[in-house]
């Protein structure tokens, strides 16, 4: 249970706690500040694309490239809305309490440490009885909230443990003191991944089982439990944790990368359902994270930032998007990877372009760099894998 990264001190140079002393305007004044950029972006782009709509009126070709500078215009101004303009939804106005699974490692502990350090009461739940009370006894000595949590491996959810579980335990604790109903704040976090970027026919049968069972089903199962609580509130939200890879096709992450793209299309789908009913739910997609996953033991960066920069930037998108790669660089290659890298036609481009250079083109390129390091890093997993193929294709009569 190592403790959460502090934030660099560039993100807040000055401890003053009231930042609008420090920036020397109020809340009021920002919002004018901001409708004025605003509108000065619109009419500024209003110009442009009506200056080309007045010049493409005997040109059908200056008229198309008008009429898509007009929906890029209009795309922009969107997020630029949403993400400026639109206040993110206060969880904690929802409920003092916060649910977080998966919680006793990378970035589920990040997000109780946050969510803590922000005054939410939370709920832990994890499959390590020793590692829940151990993480809920250092957020009560560091925050001062309080902390309950639950032991439930998500991975032997049968169908009998789950009707317990789903059906009786969670919602007893749920309605029970200190929690009695005020959740403000679900983070469907709990998962699991590839060992190594592996053909589909090499996942281990009990490995795939376990990967739907958790990424897929513990994500529906407990949205299903909270909703009826937070709808009938009329106030809540849902925070599920996808992956960068749920947005393209991810060779040798085949299974996982479905189950994450299930992730999304579920918080999607359930988030227009239960608008109406108060309730906002958010996806967020991120690449690598450090410390966590592929990533156990790195230094943050670029590409792979601290936990915390992607647990704070999932707050900020919350109440404003569907889904969010939650940290600015991963959404950069996102654009990348899922646009313009799966493009056919872009593909052959990059293809010819980055390998001179020793580079990586395509998400397939990339993850067929991966296995090959994999191999050379673990050659007796690899060993075992082929073996197991040759067993395999003798039993199908191929040998």
Avoid at 156 to 172: D, Q
Avoid at 181 to 191: F, S
Avoid at 268 to 293: D, F, M, Q, W
Avoid at 353 to 359: E, I, R
């Amino acid at each position: 249970n190592p403790q959460p990264e502090p934030e660099p001190s560039t993100l807040n140079p000055n401890p003053n706690p009231n930042p609008n002393i420090r920036m020397g305007m109020n809340k009021k004044d920002k919002n004018v500040v901001k409708g004025l950029m605003a509108l000065a972006v619109f009419l500024g782009l209003s110009a442009v694309v009506l200056d080309q709509a007045l010049k493409a009126a005997g040109d059908p070709l200056r008229l198309v490239g008008a009429m898509a500078s007009c929906y890029v215009a209009g795309q922009f101004l969107v997020r630029f809305y949403k993400q400026y303009l639109t206040p993110s939804y206060d969880f904690k106005a929802a409920g003092g309490w916060a649910i977080v699974t998966g919680c006793t490692g990378g970035l589920g502990q990040e997000y109780a440490h946050r969510l803590a350090k922000r005054g939410m009461n939370v709920l832990l739940i994890s499959r390590s009885e020793k590692k829940l009370k151990a993480l809920q006894a250092k957020l009560i000595e560091e925050y001062g909230v309080l902390v309950e949590y639950l032991a439930f491996d998500f991975a032997k959810c049968t169908a009998a443990n789950a009707k317990k579980f789903y059906g009786s335990t969670l919602p007893a604790k749920l309605a029970a003191a200190p929690i009695q109903g005020e959740v403000g704040l679900l983070v469907n976090n709990v998962g699991v991944g590839d060992e190594a970027p592996l053909f589909v026919e090499e996942l281990p049968l009990q490995d795939a089982d376990d990967m739907i069972k958790v990424n897929c089903g513990a994500t529906v199962q407990m949205s299903r439990a909270l909703l009826p609580l937070m709808s009938d509130r009329r106030k809540g939200a849902i925070i599920n944790v996808s992956s960068g890879s749920c947005a393209q096709p991810t060779a040798f992450l085949s299974t996982y990368s479905a189950t994450k793209s299930f992730i999304a299309q579920f918080s999607r789908s359930i988030g227009r359902e239960y608008a109406a009913l108060g309730v906002k739910v958010l996806c967020i997609n991120p690449y690598y994270i450090s410390g966590t996953g592929l990533y156990p033991a790195s230094k943050p960066s670029l590409n792979a930032p601290a936990a915390y920069r992607v647990v704070e930037g999932s707050f900020q998108a919350l109440g404003k998007h569907e889904i969010s790669h939650s940290y600015y660089f991963h959404a950069i290659i996102g654009c990348i990877t899922g646009g313009f890298m799966e493009d056919s036609v872009m593909q052959l481009i990059t293809a010819a372009l980055v390998k001179p250079m020793g580079l990586n083109g395509s998400m397939l390129m990339i993850q067929q760099s991966a296995r090959k390091r994999s191999e050379k890093k673990n050659p007796e997993l690899f060993a075992n894998l082929k073996a197991q193929r040759e067993e395999v294709l003798a039993k199908l009569g191929r040998r």
